[in-house]
């Protein structure tokens, strides 16, 4: 069975410093996709970045970009200049190709110092 | 914009009450999605439905049941709820293809009292 594992519940960073949230997961498939998600608190729930697992080059997507590892198993978030608004709750998620479930890890809750 | 709405952002009930939380999306969405939500737990999936009138169950339906007769409408049912059912709910929707991303509503919190 597939499993997404975040081995930080809760993390803290100075306001405009870099931080890294840590995702492995274990599957048997060879081809499915990646995602991180963020729910900052009282919001919804918004896509943050997405990856391919057939596709070398990790994502990015402004500030927010990913260290994909396919042979360890490993997904982190790195997070460049942080702001006071990415304070949220932090969810991985992993989906395989031959359907669309999607199984979340527990989650990292990331606090910004000001 | 996708916009999924949930009809209650907090609902309060009694223990054996048969509870309905809706959800309608707007954007032709091919597959929807029951999650609950609970404190160290992360998301967990309840059901999910990939066409009008098919379900899948997910990782813990035990209590649940759900009802999609329209594509824009998946609806989520507590037949008899208890306690342990107090739970955040949200609700997602995502066109097919497994790249798309979900889509969130904004949760319903529920209390079984």
């Known amino acids: 069975a597939q499993t997404v594992t975040q081995s930080q519940p809760e993390m803290s960073v100075q306001e405009a410093e870099t931080v890294t949230l840590s995702c492995t997961y274990d599957?048997?498939?060879?081809?499915?996709?990646l995602f991180w998600y963020k729910q900052p608190p009282s919001r919804q729930m918004i896509l943050v970045i997405r990856?391919?697992?057939?596709?070398?080059q990790n994502a990015t997507e402004n500030r927010f970009s990913v260290n994909f590892q396919k042979a360890a198993k490993s997904f982190s978030l790195k997070i460049s200049d942080s702001q006071l608004g990415d304070a949220a709750m932090y969810f991985c998620?992993?989906?395989?190709?031959?359907?669309?479930?999607?199984?979340f890890g527990k989650g990292t809750r990331l606090h910004i110092l000001p | 914009d996708v916009k999924v709405t949930q009809s209650s952002r907090y609902l309060v009930k009694r223990t054996g009450e048969k509870v309905f939380l809706e959800c309608v999306q707007d954007?032709?969405?091919?597959?929807m999605f029951w999650y609950r939500q609970d404190p160290g737990l992360g998301l967990r999936l309840i059901y999910f439905?990939?066409?009008?009138?098919?379900?899948e169950k997910g990782d813990i339906p035990e209590g649940y049941s759900v009802s999609r007769e329209k594509k824009e409408r998946f609806s989520l049912i507590l037949e008899s709820a208890s306690t342990n059912q107090t739970s955040m709910y949200l609700c997602?929707?995502?066109?097919?293809?497994?790249?798309?991303?979900?889509?969130f509503g904004d949760g319903t919190r529920l209390s079984i009292l």
């Open positions: 997602a929707s995502s066109a097919g293809g497994g790249y798309q991303p979900q889509h």
């Open positions: 599957t048997s498939e060879s081809d499915y996709y």
């Open positions: 990856q391919e697992a057939y596709k070398q």
């Open positions: 998620a992993y989906r395989r190709k031959r359907d669309d479930k999607i199984i």
């Open positions: 954007m032709d969405h091919e597959n």
């Open positions: 439905s990939y066409d009008v009138k098919m379900k």
